[in-house]
T-cell receptor, first 116, second 113 residues
């Protein structure tokens, strides 16, 4: 069983389109994340949800909107795609408890988004 | 603000040689430190982590790392590298801010036969 899964694995689309990437984890974790890895392999956190509530929202354009229908899912919707959105997007999850600090994050396989 | 620096962008070693990948962090309190590995086209896999206690931590695949507070470092080591270790390695730091992992730039490891 895949612990953290993402669909699709590859996404090619044109500028101006709207697209979604789905993420599901079957680890029973409370917290889920979206990261962006740019062409230079630099990984940066975008969002984090804990028990369906947004807790981290880094400086990300409003065109990006995460949605968490339940604890096991965190989807990323992107409006009006731009060339600069081309990247690999990783979903991750962890079992966090504030008093204990951060547990390790488990990453999905990534979604390679190409905007043409 | 927390940050991580991996000074070496690319390292090449021969199979069987020892390996050390450098990581320096910046964080005001006791950090939580991680090393992840990313094989081409794959997601990130956790190699090891440091939360507290013994400053020398053991991970998977024969890797270990040592936390040195005085040097703000968390270097990754392996005594004998295998060809399958060729990948990109990321050091990351987190504080008590809910799950916010900050990654270094990554170090690409090439292994020569």
């Amino acid at each position: 069983d895949t612990a953290v899964s993402q669909t699709p694995k590859y996404l090619v689309t044109q500028m101006g389109n709207d697209k979604s990437i789905k993420c599901e984890q079957n680890l029973g974790h409370d917290t889920m994340y979206w990261y962006k890895q740019d062409s230079k392999k630099f990984l940066k956190i975008m969002f984090s949800y804990n028990n369906k509530e947004l807790i981290i929202n880094e400086t990300v354009p409003n065109r990006f909107s995460p949605k968490s229908p339940d604890k096991a899912h965190l989807n990323l919707h992107i409006n009006s795609l731009e060339l600069g959105d081309s990247a690999v997007y990783f979903c991750a999850s962890s079992q966090d408890e504030l008093w204990a600090g951060t547990y390790e994050q488990y990453f999905g396989p990534g979604t390679r988004l190409t905007v043409t | 603000a927390q940050s991580v620096t991996q000074p070496d962008i690319h390292i090449t070693v021969s199979e069987g040689a020892s390996l050390e990948l450098r990581c320096n962090y910046s964080y005001g309190a006791t950090p939580y430190l991680f090393w992840y590995v990313q094989s081409p086209g794959q997601g990130l896999q956790l190699l090891l982590k440091y939360f507290s206690g013994d400053t020398l931590v053991q991970g998977i695949k024969g890797f270990e790392a040592e936390f040195k507070r005085s040097q703000s470092s968390f270097n990754l080591r392996k005594p004998s590298v295998h060809w399958s270790d060729a990948a990109e390695y990321f050091c990351a730091v987190s504080g008590t801010s809910y799950g916010k992992l900050t990654f270094g730039q990554g170090t690409i490891l090439t292994v020569h036969p």
